[in-house]
Structure formats: structure tokens, C-alpha cells
């Protein structure tokens, strides 16, 4: 089913929602800049990714403000914030149960599985219809696959890409000069939309499961031992990039493992997240919308995520 799902995440097929992502960066530049700034986060960071992504599967934008609800009380059970009350008294979902069998997590399986019925009746040119007529080795989706794919898309199309943006915001607050580089030649944006990425590092770390008995860099792993692969050390390796603790719109050999590298896992949103990274930096610079930091932000609390909740940025 990757196969049927990543033809939407090509280059060129993410290079189709582009004037969408751009209408969507535009409209919340403008009202950024008409406030005077705020909460980037609510403002600007979360909006863009979640509204590009529900365009693309075809859920109603108005839904975007309850999904970014929803992806976020999932985050929040991969830290030490409790996941949404099981009923009325506030009782809280056991730590066991975080994130996936949460009840955020089977509010978001029933809205998927709503979307999944009105597609089965009124099929539509969006992703959530070719997910209900896919079909893998000539069978179709069961309705618990579905469910799994339409949260995963949601969830991977919004979060990551928000926290990419949020830390993005700060970076340029953070580091007024290197924005100013960018005002001035314009072209640097392809190159700082990788540099806004390697320095955020959505995702911290991913863990692997050990097929086989191997060794990795001097160290022996036996078939099923735990393997945790750390990308926030990894973006910061001195010996792959020149001063990783500085950020550079202007560097060029940038390998960074934000999306956990190539393979045949590479990530399905990759291109998309840079095309929507692209295009906000690239409104933001035609407006010469500069960044300061008005307090400290309110991180999520996870080591899995590098989450932000909320941060105030003011139009300099």
C-alpha cells in the first residue's frame, strides 16, 4: 500500500499542490504581519501543514482546528501529559494505552472511518478516495488498514512539518543575520529550507528491531535487540557538517537525517514538507518579514518529538 500512497508524494505530483500551499502561506503571512505577530505556532505553524494535507486527502478545512487537536494529545502521549479524559468525571487513559489506543487516538480512527463512508458513496479526486479503491494483491483495504493509513497521513502530514516551521520561526528570530542573508539573495531559500530542517529536527529518534546478528561501527547487535537511532545527534555530528552548532542558510552539504535518511522507508512526506517550508519562507522574503522573540516557548514535553505548543514571535 506505500506504493499506492507515495505516487501522491512524488516531486512532481507534490509539485501539483503548490498553489495551494501558497495560498494557504499567503493568507497567514498577511494576517501575521496585520496582527503585528503572536502565537507563531496557532498563527502560522500549525495551519499551513494541516490545511495542506486535509486539501490533499480531502477533508473539509474547517475540520483542520479538531485533527490539530487530535495529532496533538497523540504527541502528547509520547511524553508525561495526559492523553484526552475517558469520559466526563476526567478520569485519564492509563500511560499504557499512549499514544495509539488512546481516546484521541479512536476519535481520530472514527473520523476517518466517516470520511472513509462518504467516499464509498460520493468517490472524489483526493487521497481518501484512492485509499478506498486501492487495492493489494487484488484485495481492497481492510477498514482497519484504512483507519491506520488515514491516521498516519494526519498525523505525519501535520506534526512534523509544523515543528519544523515553529523552530524555523525562532532560528530566524534567533539569528536575525542569517534571515537578512536570505532577504538579500532570495535564491539561499532552497538551501535554508534543509538547514530549517537539519537544525529542528522533527522526529528526535526512531528505534529498529535487528533482523539478524550484525555489527555496527565496532559494536556486535544479535537478532532482536533494540536499536535507537538518534537524529538530533546525528544533525549535530561535527564530523558531517563544518560548525553544526551553527545556524547556516547558506550551507550547502547539508545530509542531515531529519526524514531518517533513504531506503525504502524514506519518508512519504519529505517533499511535500520541504515544498510547504519553501514556499512560507519564500512569501515571507517577498514581504521582508523579519522575527523577534517575545518570551520563551512552551515545549512539548517528549523525547520522541521536538515539539513546540506555543511561542510568541513579533513582526520586527
Not at 498516519?152 to 523552530?167: P, Q, S
Not at 538547514?195 to 544479535?222: F, K, N, Q, Y
Request: aromatic share 8%; net charge negative.
Amino acid at each position: 500500500m506505500r506504493r499506492v500512497v507515495s505516487r501522491v508524494f512524488t516531486p512532481k505530483a507534490t509539485r501539483s499542490w503548490e498553489d495551494t500551499a501558497r495560498r494557504i502561506a499567503t493568507e497567514l503571512v498577511d494576517g501575521f504581519v496585520e496582527r503585528g505577530g503572536g502565537d507563531w505556532v496557532e498563527l502560522v505553524a500549525a495551519p499551513l501543514p494541516i490545511r495542506v494535507i486535509l486539501a490533499i486527502l480531502g477533508v473539509p478545512e474547517e475540520d483542520a482546528g479538531y485533527l490539530v487537536e487530535l495529532t496533538d494529545h497523540l504527541v502528547e502521549g509520547t511524553g508525561d501529559r495526559p492523553s484526552l479524559p475517558d469520559d466526563a468525571y476526567g478520569n485519564i487513559t492509563p500511560v499504557r494505552l499512549l499514544p495509539f489506543n488512546s481516546p484521541a487516538s479512536h476519535a481520530l480512527f472514527e473520523y476517518g472511518e466517516k470520511m472513509r463512508g462518504l467516499r464509498l458513496a460520493e468517490p472524489a479526486d483526493d487521497l481518501v478516495t484512492g485509499l478506498v479503491q486501492a487495492e493489494a494483491d487484488g484485495e481492497r483495504l481492510t477498514p482497519a488498514e484504512y483507519r491506520n493509513f488515514f491516521q498516519l497521513l494526519v498525523f505525519a502530514g501535520n506534526e512534523t512539518t509544523r515543528t519544523a516551521i515553529v523552530h524555523g520561526g525562532m532560528a530566524f528570530a534567533d539569528h536575525p543575520e542569517q534571515w537578512e542573508a536570505m532577504v538579500s539573495d532570495p535564491g539561499l531559500v532552497m538551501t535554508a529550507v534543509d538547514e530549517v530542517i537539519r537544525w529542528s529536527t522533527p522526529v528526535l529518534h526512531m528505534r529498529r528491531t535487528a533482523s539478524r546478528d550484525t555489527e555496527l561501527a565496532g559494536t556486535p547487535i544479535a537478532a532482536g535487540d533494540k536499536v535507537v537511532m538518534w537524529y538530533a545527534a546525528a544533525n549535530r555530528d561535527p564530523d558531517a557538517f563544518c560548525d553544526p552548532f551553527q545556524f547556516d542558510v547558506a550551507r550547502t552539504d547539508n545530509p542531515h537525517f531529519a526524514f531518517g535518511g533513504g531506503g525504502p522507508h524514506f519518508c512519504l512526506g519529505a517533499f511535500l514538507a520541504r515544498m510547504e517550508i519553501q514556499v512560507l519562507l519564500e512569501e515571507m522574503v517577498k514581504r521582508g518579514v523579519s522575527l523577534e522573540r517575545q518570551g520563551e516557548p512552551e515545549r512539548i514535553a517528549s523525547n520522541f518529538v521536538h515539539g513546540v505548543a506555543s511561542v510568541d514571535l513579533a513582526v520586527a
